[in-house]
């Protein structure tokens, strides 16, 4: 294996940077200032809302949500289902992304929970730079 084939902890890293910063870019450049608010917000709120309730609660609420769809929860439910097909944790053609992840064993569970909880804190990180305001309560 060469030295650029090797998976590093800081390669990995820098990869949720990038995508969070896509992600956050995306909603900055696409959105009207009350849906950046709510993104912020929601992101924000997200992490604790998994620690709470579990990832699977936690997206199937964020699903319900975005049901409605073009709004602030969409983005954020697409960003996650983004994160994990670029991870190569969910596969491209895997249409439910909450089916996916309640189906696996505990300690996979576990591996995408933190996953995520570690990809929406670049997020969060990125959301608070770029996007200017309060956060929508």
């Known amino acids: 294996m060469s030295e650029n084939d090797k998976i590093t902890v800081k ?3 820098r990869q949720r940077a990038v995508l ?10 696409q959105s009207n200032g009350k849906k950046k608010k709510e993104y912020k917000s929601y992101i924000k709120k997200m992490p604790s809302l998994i ?14 949500k975005a049901a409605r769809k073009d709004n602030a929860y969409t983005f954020v439910f697409d960003h996650i289902e983004k994160y994990l097909k670029e991870m190569k944790l969910l596969g491209q053609d ?7 992840i309640i ?4 300690a996979d569970y576990r591996y995408i929970t933190t ?10 990180r990125f959301a608070d ?9």
């Open 103 to 106: 189906e696996q064993n505990s």
């Open 51 to 64: 620690k709470t309730n579990g990832l699977g609660q936690t997206l199937a609420f964020y699903l319900s």
């Open 115 to 124: 996953e995520i909880l570690a990809f929406l804190n670049w997020v969060k």
């Open 94 to 100: 895997d249409k439910e992304m909450i089916k996916f």
């Open 129 to 137: 730079g770029r996007i200017e305001g309060e956060d929508q309560e």
């Open 11 to 13: 390669g990995i890293d």
């Open 20 to 29: 969070a910063y896509d992600c956050v870019t995306e909603v900055d450049e």
